[in-house]
């Protein structure tokens, strides 16, 4: 079971408040491009919408982004769907509760399923935000007013085709590349761009690709500069990541085999990375989001937001996120409009000419939402009560 969230309790408190109601959505909003990393190419993105409301009438928005298939963890959208109807529901539904920890300690007899669970989670972080009137991040403990996001291009055609996509991203302010590779798609794409932006922040994602057989190539990636390697090895591995870490000067970050604060703890401990990359939606929401960040700053470990390819309400709270202090690695938040044709929130969060993200202060959300656009793109729904 997981521990409470290091602030004081009065910051989460209300009182004798319930779930009345919860209704999920599985929308598809249609996708501009495919995406193609490691493990497959994406090109339809799913997603399911949770709204909470209480006994109180208040309510909240969350999204459990899950692939359309079990390629990067074993959830789907589908599988979300299944998991919050038959057995998450059930067990916050009309049940007393007065913090963040109290609905995680309700869903806890659900072993993992992180992705699902963290729609209704963040969904309780926007009615706890109404409640007190006081915005996600000023709750959460975030200091920054502003993020600095990244870019993440997925695997091209061509060469050409991927340092034609730096270019134009570069060109849009964005602070840090990063690209996606596997084995025979890697060091001569590397070089290629170090040859035409000697100096960009640049850093590669494998997506558990490689193997500790693969130690020599992935030694030649030290000479190109590189910001970070993030995730070479197995998708649930730490140990192999401690070898191989000892064999590079280019820092490890981890991803996927990081899905609890104990797992962070646990890879640190044994020098499989120097960074990680925290997704919300990957560990359970932003409250297990909020403890390994704080974990990873005493050991001098940076974190960055990761990102499932949420559309606005999943972005929100990314946002969020990455307002803590620790996140001292730009994000993957790239604007809506890069990846889809339209969006749920009518004022999506727009990056400036500086790559940065401004965070919303307002209560709730922070944006607002279309509820016309959201039954125009559900293609299922469950009411639960």
Not at 29 to 56: A, N
Not at 241 to 253: D, E, F, G, N, S
Request: proline share 4%; hydrophobic share 35%.
């Amino acid at each position: 079971m997981r521990g409470n969230i290091n602030l004081r309790k009065e910051v989460f408190y209300w009182q004798d408040m319930k779930i009345k109601k919860i209704t999920l959505r599985k929308i598809e909003i249609p996708m501009l491009t495919s995406f193609t990393t490691g493990f497959g190419t994406i090109d339809r993105k799913p997603t399911v919408l949770v709204r909470v409301e209480t006994t109180d009438g208040i309510i909240g928005w969350g999204e459990s982004a899950a692939l359309p298939y079990p390629m990067y963890n074993p959830e789907s959208v589908d599988t979300c769907m299944l998991v919050i109807r038959d057995y998450l529901a059930s067990s916050v539904l009309n049940k007393p509760f007065e913090t963040i920890e109290d609905i995680n300690k309700l869903m806890s007899p659900v072993r993992e399923n992180y992705i699902a669970k963290t729609g209704i989670e963040t969904a309780i972080w926007m009615i706890l935000s109404l409640a007190r009137n006081k915005s996600i991040p000023e709750i959460l403990g975030g200091t920054r007013k502003k993020i600095e996001v990244g870019e993440s291009i997925g695997i091209k055609k061509s060469i050409q085709e991927t340092t034609e996509e730096i270019g134009l991203r570069l060109s849009q302010g964005f602070k840090r590349i990063k690209i996606k590779i596997k084995p025979g798609w890697d060091i001569n794409l590397i070089k290629a761009i170090r040859i035409k932006y000697p100096d960009i922040s640049l850093m590669v994602d494998a997506n558990s690709s490689y193997t500790l057989k693969d130690i020599s190539l992935l030694k030649k990636m030290d000479n190109y500069n590189l910001t970070m390697i993030e995730q070479p090895l197995g998708d649930d591995d730490i140990v192999d990541h401690a070898v191989l870490q000892k064999q590079l000067r280019t820092p490890i970050c981890l991803d996927e085999s990081i899905l609890t604060l104990d797992d962070a703890r646990r890879a640190i401990s044994i020098g499989s990375c120097k960074i990680i990359n925290i997704k919300p939606g990957r560990v359970g929401g932003l409250n297990e989001t909020k403890r390994i960040s704080e974990h990873c700053q005493s050991k001098s470990v940076g974190v960055w937001i990761g990102g499932m390819l949420e559309i606005g309400i999943g972005q929100a709270y990314k946002i969020a996120a990455a307002s803590l202090q620790n996140c001292i690695y730009p994000g993957d938040l790239s604007p809506i409009d890069f990846y889809y044709k339209d969006d749920v929130l009518i004022d999506s969060p727009k990056v400036d000419k500086n790559g940065c993200i401004k965070v919303s202060q307002k209560p709730g959300l922070g944006y607002q939402i279309s509820e016309d656009k959201i039954k125009h793109y559900t293609v299922a729904k469950i009411d639960l009560k």
